[in-house]
T-cell receptor
Framework: DAKTTQPTSMDCAEGRAANLPCNHS???????VYWYRQIHSQGPQYIIH???NNETNEMASLIITEDRKSSTLILPHATLRDTAVYYC?????????????FGAGTTVTVRA | GAVVSQHPSWVICKSGTSVKIECRSL??????MFWYRQFPKQSLMLMAT?????????EQGVEKDKFLINHASLTLSTLTVTSAHPEDSSFYIC??????????FGPGTRLTVT
């Protein structure tokens, strides 16, 4: 699976949009971009995933650049409960490959 | 939907004893379950992958005789830490999947070995 690079940490203000970048310059054509987050002392939570089109759900939006070498997770209105470690993961979603490889992630702190 | 539970949520045991952690998919049948370990301030490290009815596949460096995994049914997998030592103290997290692009995580089990 392609390696990802994320900033170590970032702060954002409550109520504002949080934009989390992720670089995946070696991504292959059949690899998806996944985002998970882990609130302290809990299991990871799925946020969103995409292949090449932008995606939006009730939690966030995922913007993938045209060349697919980077993406941005957008939390539209960050709340204090969004404070967590956010993981960007690139993987092939085939019928025989279920694995997720977690990197260091970005520690996001939402401040009042 | 897609809820995964773990039991216990925390456990303290003495060095040399064995501890069993259960992982259950509550509202779906999990063809594959995963076990991760997470040390403080570190990321999740995959320990093993298990498919119902077959032997688990362990990641490199994980001792299969120490971390026994049983995936007896489509809703239950267990991880037994045998002869636990203080260095096995960690946060153990399971996840379950019934399709390649979705994986649901349990809340984790904090193991402390004294």
């Amino acid at each position: 699976d392609a390696k990802t690079t994320q900033p170590t940490s970032m702060d954002c203000a409550e109520g504002r949009a949080a934009n989390l970048p992720c670089n995946h310059s070696t991504i292959s054509g059949n690899e998806y971009v996944y985002w998970y987050r882990q609130i302290h002392s809990q299991g990871p939570q799925y946020i969103i995933h995409g292949l090449k089109n932008n995606e939006t759900n009730e939690m966030a939006s995922l913007i993938i650049t045209e060349d697919r070498k980077s993406s941005t997770l957008i939390l539209p209105h960050a709340t204090l409960r969004d404070t967590a470690v956010y993981y960007c993961i690139v993987r092939v979603a085939t019928s025989n490959d279920y694995k997720l490889s977690f990197g260091a992630g970005t520690t996001v702190t939402v401040r009042a | 939907g897609a809820v995964v539970s773990q039991h216990p949520s925390w456990v303290i045991c003495k060095s040399g004893t064995s501890v069993k952690i259960e992982c259950r998919s509550l509202d779906f049948q999990a063809t594959t379950m995963f076990w991760y370990r997470q040390f403080p301030k570190q990321s999740l490290m995959l320990m093993a992958t298990s498919n119902e009815g077959s032997k688990a596949t362990y990641e490199q460096g994980v001792e299969k005789d120490k971390f026994l995994i049983n995936h007896a049914s489509l809703t239950l997998s267990t991880l037994t830490v045998t002869s636990a030592h203080p260095e096995d103290s960690s946060f153990y997290i399971c996840s379950a999947s019934d399709r390649p692009y979705e994986q649901y995580f349990g809340p984790g089990t904090r193991l402390t070995v004294t």
